[in-house]
């Protein structure tokens, strides 16, 4: 029975995931065209995709799925503006680095010793990014 579906639905159907039919699959119709034959079943619903009833019922199960995701996401933005209206700040906040201000006169103090910013992050177990970032703000406070 399992010949005629595609590995992807097959992986589907064994993980419960839609994303890998996603993946290769640019529309609900490009999706119905890889799995020709295929029985759908869906919380006891069965229909067989090669009949125009069950291409119907597959195309609106899609459609479903789709006012649905465009639902959430227009819950998410509203609830954001709202939040904003409200005066919150979202997103991460510029706060206390209490590591890289810690370190910061050892990164400087390896820095005048001509060590690379590379050499410096795997001596003190911190990203070369971060030893960019003490730099970078050591020369705005020296200005």
Request: glycine residues 4%; charged residues 40%.
């Given at each position: 029975m399992q010949d005629h579906i595609p590995r992807e639905l097959r992986t589907f159907e064994r993980n419960h995931r839609l994303n890998l039919i996603d993946?290769?699959?640019?529309?609900?119709?490009?999706?119905?065209?890889?799995?020709?034959?295929a029985v759908v079943a869906m919380n006891g619903m069965t229909f067989e995709l090669d009949t125009p009833h069950g291409r119907m019922m597959a195309t609106m199960l899609a459609g479903i799925a789709?006012?649905?995701?465009?639902l959430l996401s227009e819950r998410v933005k509203s609830g954001l503006a709202a939040a904003r209206a409200r005066g919150k700040k979202l997103g991460r906040q510029p706060g206390q680095?209490?590591?890289?201000?810690?370190?910061?006169?050892?990164?400087?103090?390896?820095?005048?010793?001509?060590?690379?910013?590379?050499?410096?992050?795997?001596?003190?177990?911190i990203s070369k990014n971060t030893v960019t970032d003490i730099v970078r703000r050591h020369r705005q406070n020296a200005l």
């Open positions: 993946k290769t699959a640019k529309s609900i119709h490009h999706l119905l065209e890889r799995c020709d034959r789709q006012f649905e995701r465009d680095r209490p590591k890289s201000d810690k370190l910061a006169p050892k990164v400087l103090q390896a820095i005048e010793n001509g060590r690379s910013y590379r050499w410096i992050a795997r001596d003190l177990g």
